[in-house]
């Protein structure tokens, strides 16, 4: 999910001159639908399920530990060149007990009694329209139908993310695909429809829970042509929307300004309803954010409440964290190191990653724990003078700043959400 936005986009600025032209058609219809949650009077207080229908290595590392030290050229780094390697067949057998066994039952009603209300639930477009030649294997929605009857019992709306596209909108390890980006070339972003036609059509009947589908998360806009992912982004609303009128309809900020350049486009103002719009926000992700002091990224995260707040329509922090280095182990890709201890290519030492590169809540120093607490209690401050939030994520094997359910256990995320140890922060 997150390697690092500067990076990747130094690398991909050089197809922004192969990338096909299209018109800005902003006008997406203006029929008043019916969406079982009220994200006007209702705040958005949710968490991804990372990890579990899209791979990412630092999530899991356990899953990618027999590639750990690999330097041959059947080096494995994301889902897809971990299908690739194994075979369709072993591939199959680990990926489905992965499945079954990452999230159950009991982690949507632990969400629940945790006072949330939402769960981001990310997937791959293999699993819904797998194309010829992928080395992917399928399953994933007998398992994401369960889930759906997992979140309807604990009283959660769901937020179903298609998370990885054709040909990968950002060369992200979490798009399935770590390299190159190939989104807008050749047939991918009608191959990126269907899967959404498929999808939506599929939980049509489960709007009651399902309240909004994203159409596609991260597509890196610097790298790609705007106008496209707008053009993009009308059709999406219209295939989705075609299959209930009861979804709302998520779309990616594609790290651009949610002012400047989102403001004027998709909102009610123009007659398009039930729009929402998902920004990132994290602050590891280059030099100046991993040097920024404690109090830095506090001031930092309660500047972007009134950003949000000026928004002229639904806009949720899709994805957080209580982080701010980069040190958990693979955060960066498989076998990368971090930023903030210098063990990242170019990079330069600010600090040392003990007890966060792997490690536990516990273990974390009592410095790093406070400053935690603080981050976390303003970034909800924040994101909440507007729709709301989504924590990245529920749980990870080792990576104690992004794993909410060992945050909740260790008392260092709210409970009940409104408790604050450091209130007025963000006032």
């Known amino acids: 999910m997150f390697n690092s936005i500067l990076q990747q986009t130094t690398v991909a600025l050089s197809l922004l001159s192969s990338v096909r032209a299209a018109p800005f058609t902003f006008r997406l219809g203006n029929t008043k639908r019916a969406v079982a949650f009220d994200y006007n009077n209702n705040k958005v207080r949710g968490v991804n399920l990372g990890g579990w229908f899209v791979l990412e290595p630092w999530i899991t590392p356990s899953i990618f530990d027999d590639w750990a030290n690999s330097t041959t050229t059947s080096v494995v780094v994301d889902e897809y060149t971990y299908s690739q390697?194994?075979?369709?067949?072993e591939a199959q057998s680990r990926l489905s007990n992965h499945w079954n066994t990452w999230i159950v039952e009991q982690d949507f009603k632990d969400i629940a009694a945790a006072g949330l209300n939402h769960v981001r639930i990310p997937i791959g477009y293999w699993a819904v329209a797998p194309l010829d030649g992928d080395p992917y294997v399928q399953g994933q929605l007998d398992v994401l139908d369960s889930a759906i009857e997992w979140a309807r019992s604990a009283g959660l709306k769901v937020l179903l993310d298609l998370h990885g596209a054709p040909g990968s909108q950002n060369g992200f390890d979490n798009s399935g695909r770590n390299g190159s980006i190939n989104w807008q070339t050749g047939d991918t972003v009608?191959?990126?429809?269907?899967?959404l036609q498929v999808l939506s059509t599929r939980y049509a009947s489960s709007t009651d829970t399902i309240t909004t589908i994203e159409l596609l998360n991260?597509?890196?806009g610097p790298a790609l042509s705007l106008p496209e992912i707008s053009t993009f982004y009308q059709s999406g609303y219209q295939t989705v929307t075609a299959a209930s009128a009861d979804f709302a309809v998520t779309m990616h900020d594609a790290f651009q300004d949610v002012q400047t350049y989102?403001?004027?486009?998709?909102?009610?103002?123009?007659?398009?309803?039930?729009v929402i719009l998902d920004t990132h926000q994290y602050q590891v992700f280059s030099p100046d954010?991993?040097?920024?002091?404690?109090s830095d990224h506090v001031t930092y995260a309660c500047a972007l409440?009134?950003?949000?707040?000026?928004?002229?329509?639904?806009?949720?922090?899709?994805?957080?964290?209580?982080?701010q280095t980069d040190c958990a182990k693979w955060l960066n890709g498989l076998g990368k190191g971090a930023r903030y201890d210098g063990t990242l290519a170019y990079s330069s030492y600010v600090g040392s990653c003990d007890g966060k590169y792997t490690g536990t809540v516990a273990g974390l120093s009592g410095d790093d724990k406070s400053n935690l607490r603080h981050y976390v209690e303003?970034?909800?401050d924040a994101y909440e003078m507007h729709t709301g939030w989504v924590f990245w994520t529920w749980k990870t094997e080792s990576a104690p700043e992004w794993d909410l359910q060992a945050l909740l256990a260790g008392g260092l995320f709210p409970q009940p959400l409104s408790d604050r140890q450091f209130p007025g922060q963000c006032a």
């Open 85 to 89: 390697n194994l075979g369709k067949t």
């Open 190 to 195: 009608a191959q990126t429809l269907t899967a």
């Open 218 to 220: 991260e597509p890196l």
């Open 262 to 274: 989102w403001n004027g486009q998709f909102n009610t103002a123009s007659g398009d309803e039930n």
């Open 289 to 294: 954010q991993v040097a920024r002091s404690p």
């Open 305 to 323: 409440g009134p950003k949000l707040a000026a928004t002229d329509k639904w806009t949720v922090v899709g994805e957080w964290t209580g982080a």
């Open 378 to 380: 303003a970034q909800m």
